[in-house]
């Protein structure tokens, strides 16, 4: 990244909103990232999820864009590394610690590209300044502190192992349950997870028809080889079902052991991977929820 001749001034404290004067000079058409201060938390790594706020404004007229400190939003969480936001967001945090407030100029390509945002009032050409905050990260490997109740024996048995976040899941030689089941193994102390909210989920999941009996399970999903956790909007439909029930209502920092029959999952017909009208047992840590 390279440093621009011009750049934009900032004012205002990290972890609020920033104030952005933009100068009256035409923007070079570098990407530029620029730390204004420095943290002292974690630092970001591919796979963590990054909580953000930032401010933003168009260079050529210095209109602020929509932003996480507008009243009644609230911060983003960011897969760190993995394409999931703008490049000049995602760029912006990695390597950075929890803690900074970063300064970035971001030409189309690190930005709406050559379409823009129209709705946004942001056009193919236009350079994007940005001022972004990085409150919190969550590790890739994160998983919940605490330690299990004991598992039924009639029940699925899990545990998650705390270097890998990768869950075990053993499944008794008997029937899958008609009904959804779930059951607290690790209770949480955070906030409440409200519907609407963004969550961050790690889990780990089986199917009880071809794990029945078997020492161990084969995953069928996991938030590990899918790269890490990643943010979803709870209790909207973006999830199977049967997570939405059973992580809404729930504090953060709580391991749920849940056993889901199919019309909570993927019904009759299963997608790739997952057999049709399948049963799924998941373990899911909750990780945070914004």
Known sequence: MHTDDALPTVSGRTGERAAISVPR???????????RAAGHGATARKGDIAVVAYTAAIWRSGKALPC???EGTGPQLIPVGRGA???ALDLAVQGRRAGSRMLVV???AAAYGVSGNPRLGVTGDDTLVFV??????IPAHATVDGDQTPIPASLPQARVDRRSAIGTISVPDRDAPAKLLQRILVEGRGRVVRSGQQVVLQQSTAVWQSARGKHEADLVMSSQAD???APVVIGRGNVIQGWDEAVVGQRVGTRL???IPADKAFGARGPKGIPDGATLVSVIDVLAAV
């Open 25 to 35: 000079t035409r923007p070079s058409g570098e990407f530029v990232i620029t730390e």
């Open 68 to 70: 996480p400190y507008d």
């Open 85 to 87: 936001t703008l490049p």
């Open 106 to 108: 971001a030409p189309p």
């Open 132 to 137: 972004v905050d990085l409150l919190q990260i």
């Open 227 to 229: 790269g890490g956790p």
């Open 257 to 259: 052991l849940l056993v």
